[in-house]
C-alpha cells in the first residue's frame, strides 16, 4: 500500500510508548505533537446530546460528537454569530447608511470576499464541430444539470453533445491517462471539459494540471467544480492555467448553509470572455452609481457579478476565512495526509477481508490509495447493507454520510478533526457493527 510510511511512524510510536499500534495512545501522541490543534478552538464542535439521532443510554452526551462530515457542512466558526450580530446591530441602528459605513459596508463586501458561479455560460460557445462538454458519468448533479441545460439552450442535444465518462469495468475511479486518451481522441470535437476537483462521491483527487494541458493542447477551454476540492487540497488554477472553476463554501470552508459560492477565470481571459448574462454589479465601482445604463464591464471575473453580496452571508465566510489565514493550505495539507493515513491504517486493520472469517464484515476502500490522488475523505464499501450500521453509529454521536446501499464517506478534515476523533470512529464503528448485526 502506499501508506507504508504512515504505518512505519505508527509502529515506531506505539513500540515507543510500549503500546498496541491501535491504542489511543497513538492517537493522543499524535494529537500532542500536531501544531494545528489549536484550531480546533476556532469552531464549535457539537455535544453528542445536542444532536438528534444520540442514544443518551449507550453514550455520554456531554462529549464533543465525532464529526467527520465536514464534506457536507463545515462547522460554525466561533466569531460567526460575532460578526452577524455587528451587522443586524448596524442594520437597527443606521438603516441605509450601513451601505458605506462600518468595518464591511455593504456595499462592496466583495472587496474582502470574492465569488459568483455564472462561468460556464461564457466559456461554451459551441459550433456544429466542437460541440460536447466532457463530464464524469457520476458527476455531482448540479453539474450534470447545469451541463445539460447548457447544451440544450445552445440549441444542442445531450445526448449528442455530453460526453460522460465511466472508469473502467470493475474500477470504481477514473484514471488518468484514461481521461488523457478520451481528450487526445476526441478533443477536436469538445468545446468544455469540466471536472470536479475532487469526486464527491469516490473522493478522486484528478490530476487538474494534467487535464487542463491536455485540453488546452486541443483547443478546448477546461473548467472545474472544486466544491470538494476548496479548502480540502492545495488548488494552483492560475499556475495550472485553469480557464475557469467555481465551488461552494459550506462544505471545507465552513461558511454554512447555502453559503456564498466562489468563481474564479484565468486572467489571460480578462479582456476576452464576456459574460452571457449581466448584471449591474459587473459595472466599475467608480461609475456603477451614475446610472448611465452604459456598461462599462470590470474585467475578468469581477464583471460576472450581478448583484451585491448578502451581507449576512459574508459574515460566517469571513469568520471561516480568518482561522485558514493562522495557518496555510500546505501546513492544513500536511496533516491532512496524515490524518486520513491514519484512518486508512486503522480501517486496513480492522476491516480488511479475512478468507478465514467469511461472515466478518469488511471494507472496501474505494478512494485512492495514493495520497496524492485523494483529499481528506475516504469512501468506505462495505460487505453487508449499511443502513442499520449508519444508525447505530448516529445513536453513538457520529456524525457521518451515507450512501445506500452500503457505502459511508467518512472526512477526516485537518482544521478541526483530531487523530482521536478517528480513533474514537473507529471504536464506535465497532460497536455499530455488533449491534447493527444483531
Not at 475532487?198 to 485540453?215: D, P, R, S
Request: glycine share 8%.
Amino acid at each position: 500500500s502506499q501508506n507504508s510510511p504512515l504505518k512505519e511512524v505508527v509502529q515506531r510510536v506505539s513500540s515507543s510508548l510500549g503500546c498496541s499500534p491501535t491504542s489511543a495512545q497513538v492517537a493522543a501522541y499524535f494529537d500532542k505533537h500536531d501544531k494545528l490543534r489549536h484550531l480546533r478552538d476556532q469552531f464549535l464542535v457539537p455535544k453528542i446530546a445536542d444532536l438528534p439521532p444520540s442514544d443518551l443510554s449507550l453514550v455520554d452526551g456531554t462529549k464533543e460528537c465525532i464529526y467527520l462530515v465536514g464534506n457536507s457542512l463545515g462547522l460554525q466558526p466561533k466569531m460567526a454569530q460575532k460578526y452577524l450580530e455587528e451587522e443586524l446591530e448596524k442594520w437597527a441602528k443606521m438603516g441605509v447608511h450601513g451601505h458605506t459605513l462600518g468595518s464591511r459596508p455593504w456595499a462592496w463586501a466583495e472587496d474582502n470576499i470574492e465569488g459568483l458561479m455564472a462561468n460556464v455560460l461564457a466559456f461554451y460557445k459551441p459550433t456544429a464541430a466542437r460541440h460536447k462538454i466532457l463530464l464524469e458519468n457520476k458527476a455531482f448533479p448540479s453539474d450534470h444539470y447545469a451541463v445539460e441545460s447548457q447544451i440544450r439552450l445552445r440549441g444542442f442535444d445531450p445526448q449528442q453533445s455530453m460526453l460522460l465518462l465511466s472508469p473502467r469495468p470493475g474500477e470504481e475511479t477514473l484514471r488518468t491517462e484514461d481521461i488523457l486518451e478520451v481528450i487526445e481522441k476526441e478533443g477536436d470535437s469538445i468545446a468544455v471539459v469540466m471536472f470536479s476537483g475532487v469526486q464527491y462521491y469516490t473522493g478522486q483527487l484528478f490530476n487538474m494540471a494534467a487535464i487542463t494541458e491536455a485540453g488546452q493542447r486541443k483547443g478546448c477551454y477546461v473548467g472545474f467544480d472544486c466544491a470538494h476540492a476548496a479548502g480540502n487540497v492545495e488548488l494552483k488554477l492560475h499556475d495550472w492555467g485553469v480557464d475557469f472553476a467555481c465551488w461552494c463554501s459550506y462544505k471545507y470552508i465552513n461558511s454554512g448553509a447555502g453559503g456564498l459560492a466562489g468563481a474564479f477565470i484565468h486572467e489571460k481571459h480578462k479582456h476576452t470572455i464576456k459574460p452571457a448574462l449581466t448584471g449591474w454589479w459587473g459595472h466599475d465601482l467608480k461609475t456603477r452609481f451614475q446610472m448611465s445604463n452604459e456598461l462599462e464591464l470590470q474585467p475578468g471575473v469581477n464583471g460576472f457579478r450581478l448583484s451585491n453580496q448578502p451581507i449576512l452571508l459574508v459574515c460566517p465566510l469571513q469568520a471561516s476565512l480568518q482561522v485558514f489565514n493562522m495557518t496555510s493550505m500546505q501546513a492544513l495539507r500536511r496533516k491532512s495526509l496524515l490524518l486520513t493515513g491514519y484512518l486508512e491504517y486503522l480501517i486496513q486493520h480492522y476491516y480488511s477481508e479475512d478468507p478465514t472469517r467469511p461472515q466478518k464484515p469488511h471494507v472496501h476502500i474505494m478512494t485512492p490509495s495514493d495520497p496524492q490522488q485523494r483529499g481528506c475523505q475516504l469512501s468506505l464499501s462495505f460487505s453487508i447493507p449499511i443502513r442499520r450500521v449508519f444508525q447505530e453509529l448516529e445513536r453513538r454521536g457520529v456524525a457521518c454520510d451515507m450512501r445506500e446501499p452500503s457505502v459511508l464517506r467518512i472526512a477526516p478534515v485537518p482544521l478541526y478533526n483530531s487523530f482521536s476523533d478517528v480513533h474514537r470512529f473507529i471504536e464506535t464503528l465497532g460497536a455499530a457493527l455488533a449491534a447493527g448485526s444483531q
